[in-house]
């Protein structure tokens, strides 16, 4: 397994997760690492990426869900992946997964040939 999320859960609206991805060594000083979410009957949808190296990150500017409530985050001495989620709305609702980017368009699901298994994050309000 070369990748593995946690910090899922119930949230009430307003609420705030953190979710972890730790991937290999090998995956992580190499890929560029992205999280996605798949909610009920919608598409996988991108979320936010870090690069490796300096991680620059880049954020999903389809609608406003990311601006201002999600941020990205990675720890090269613990191989992981952060994403922090603030002021969480029951539309984010949704199966989250961690991606290991290949090569191509960050924002595709096609670029990227490593998936976790997608850890829930369920908000009511």
């Known amino acids: 397994v070369q990748l593995e999320e946690s910090g899922g859960g119930l949230m009430q609206a307003g609420g705030s997760l953190r979710l972890s991805c730790t991937a290999s060594?090998?995956?992580?000083?190499?890929?560029?690492m992205g999280w996605f979410r798949q909610g009920p009957g919608k598409e996988r949808e991108f979320v936010a990426v870090?690069?490796?190296?300096?991680?620059?990150?880049?954020?999903?500017d389809f609608g406003d869900f990311v601006k201002g409530r999600f941020t990205i985050s990675r720890d090269n001495r613990r191989n992981t992946v952060y994403l922090q989620m603030n002021n969480l709305q029951p539309e984010d609702t949704a199966v989250y997964y961690c991606?290991?980017?290949?090569?191509?368009?960050?924002?595709?699901?096609?670029?990227?040939?490593?998936w976790g298994q997608g850890t829930q994050v369920t908000v009511s309000s």
């Open positions: 991606a290991g980017h290949r090569r191509g368009v960050f924002s595709e699901p096609l670029s990227y040939d490593s």
């Open positions: 870090s690069r490796w190296g300096g991680g620059t990150t880049y954020y999903s």
């Open positions: 060594p090998d995956m992580f000083k190499t890929y560029a």
